[in-house]
């Protein structure tokens, strides 16, 4: 019996591939958005420092409210609950929120973009990932924008009036 015993052995192979996928985001379209935080402060501009400042608007002044113009990205390299990415721009203007420094130390501001079209496919590594955002709703009326290029900073409005916004803390509300 032990002489028609027949001996098998099987190999399998694994192969990985070494090729990566590099984030890519597409813009699939844009809308105008009010935006004002948690104590009901809107974004105003000044034009002559190119910054936005949190204040409550009374009365006549609703006009100097600013409108932003939120350009949505697709990407399939992003996991599906980590937000949708967005560039904000202001309406009527080449000024649009970016977030640049550190990590210890991340700044949100202003820069302008004289070529609209360096935004329309950014990828990962281009200069242009610094105007990422991924925005996130909580509930009906609360949505965030976190920093693409610097996890875990937001975009934030100061508590003080007339102060600008902030990109160290969380409370950006978002109402349409």
Known sequence: ???????????????????????????????????????????????????????????????????????????VTLPNNSGQPTILGIEGTDLYLCCRGTSEKPILKLEEVQDIEKLKTIKEGDDMMHFLFLKKNHGLSMTTFESVMFRDSFICTASDEKKPYRSDAFNIAVYL
Request: hydrophobic letters at 35%.
């Open 1 to 75: 019996m032990i002489e028609n015993i027949v001996e098998e052995n099987a190999v399998v192979t694994v192969s990985r591939s070494t090729e990566t996928k590099v984030a890519e985001y597409i813009l699939t379209g844009t809308a105008k958005y009010s935006i004002g935080d948690e104590r009901q402060k809107s974004l105003i501009l000044l034009k002559e420092t190119q910054e936005l400042l949190a204040v409550t608007l009374q009365g006549g002044s609703v006009h100097e409210k600013v409108q932003l113009n939120l350009s949505v990205y697709r990407s």
